[in-house]
């Protein structure tokens, strides 16, 4: 059960208001997560950034959700897991590269080794190693595809974290 109240440009204060308000003329709707991260403008407008910057990332869209997949499989957040799914599914990702992925695998080698990145970037980031950044590189990965690992781990635990606190479930 939610724990904090959905907001809406009409029952939104201040910065809150402002940016539930511009989502809404451009998109029509926003989801359950926006409307209860409005409760802190500070946390929506970071959210809103870092997504905005995301978007500019080198990394592949169909490696960065599998190893959202992969977080998400960890950090315990269902309704990101069913949206990086649900992702995953409409960029054509094989359902068994998707179930690898719950487990932090891959059958392609070069996806594993940056899903095993992904995973120590968001359990255990000194334990990087240099020779792991090198295997990396080996596989083709730039350093900005490698550093836009960091980018995707933090929108993860960012959502994650929020939709536990506030109590956001898949169909709630």
Sequence with gaps: MPRFTRLTPDTAVGASRELLGDLVSR????GDMV???ANSPAVLGGYLQLSKAMRR????RKTSELISIAVQAQQGCGLCLESHVAAARSLGVPEQDIELAHQGKSSDPAVAAIIELGLQVYREPSS???????????????DREVADVVGVISLNILTGAFNL????????
């Design 27 to 30: 998109h029509g709707t926003v």
């Design 128 to 142: 990087i190693t240099d020779e792991q950044i090198g295997r990396l590189r080996h596989f083709g990965y730039s």
């Design 165 to 172: 606190l506030a109590g956001l479930t898949p169909g709630n």
């Design 35 to 37: 409307s209860t991260m």
């Design 57 to 60: 990332a080198k990394l592949a």
